[in-house]
């Protein structure tokens, strides 16, 4: 297998989505350092570190708060009291002191809750990252630079079981004043637009868009700069394009 073979796979290895036989053989191979393999790796977990921003915000149910809370509360009942440590007693009235035993449950119990948050958090965004990849019918297009800013790339993932598009983009440099970046779907018919997103640090930018009912074959994706509002069709710079096969 060479390294183009390999790119499709490493997404899912990156999501720990591999059968084990294709995760050893793709393992031993970035352990010997390829360089090519190496970048779409960084690539594939940027991507699973931006999925949170791109799905939709949902509220969790009523049920988890209580199973985080009971779950501390176990934490805090299996650490073992300290010995209290002896104080001489004092003739003169001395400020109320904060009980050590105190102190240490309560800073256990803030250790406990950022440990759980943290840990529901990255498994959010694992198991959101394992959905994408494990789609049933999920297409990758790729977008080119079309200026001659080096590295400047996007893809797109097509769930065509959801029918939506979820848009990841690197090293693409700030809008011009006053403009932001707008998504198009290019169909024969011509353009639709898909949505408007920024970038961050690095030049990254993410963005989810469900395909309109009734917008019929898709043949390219555009990225273009736009009015702030964003606009009905493109009237900016085409940054990024890339054919959807």
């Known amino acids: 297998m060479n390294c183009q073979a390999r790119r499709d796979n490493i997404l899912l290895y990156a999501a720990d989505a591999l059968e084990a036989s294709e995760r050893d053989e793709l393992r031993g191979h970035l352990a010997t350092g390829c360089p090519s393999c190496t970048g779409v790796l960084a690539e594939a977990q940027a991507i699973l570190a931006l999925l949170p921003r791109a799905l939709a915000s949902t509220a969790p149910p009523a049920s988890a708060r209580d199973r985080l809370m009971q779950r501390i509360r176990a934490e805090q009942a299996s650490i073992p009291s300290p010995t209290p440590i002896p104080v001489k007693p004092v003739r003169k009235t001395a400020a109320r002191q904060t009980p050590w035993r105190w102190v240490i449950g309560a800073s256990m119990g803030s250790a406990a809750l950022a440990a759980s948050i943290t840990l529901a958090l990255m498994w959010g965004t694992y198991r959101q990252g394992r959905d994408v990849v494990n789609s049933k019918d999920l297409r990758m297009v790729s977008l080119d630079s079309t200026t001659a800013v080096s590295g400047t790339h996007g ?91």
């Open 155 to 245: 893809r797109i993932f097509w769930d065509r079981e959801k029918n939506d598009w979820r848009l990841y983009v690197f090293d693409l440099a700030p809008p011009p004043p006053g403009r932001t970046y707008e998504l198009w779907f290019i169909t024969p018919a011509g353009a639709v637009a898909a949505g408007t997103f920024d970038v961050g640090k690095g030049g990254r930018g993410s963005l989810e868009v469900p395909l309109p009912p009734n917008l019929g074959p898709v043949a390219a994706a555009a990225i273009s700069d736009e009015p702030m509002s964003g606009s009905q069709t493109p009237t900016g710079k085409i940054w990024l394009q890339g054919k959807v096969e």
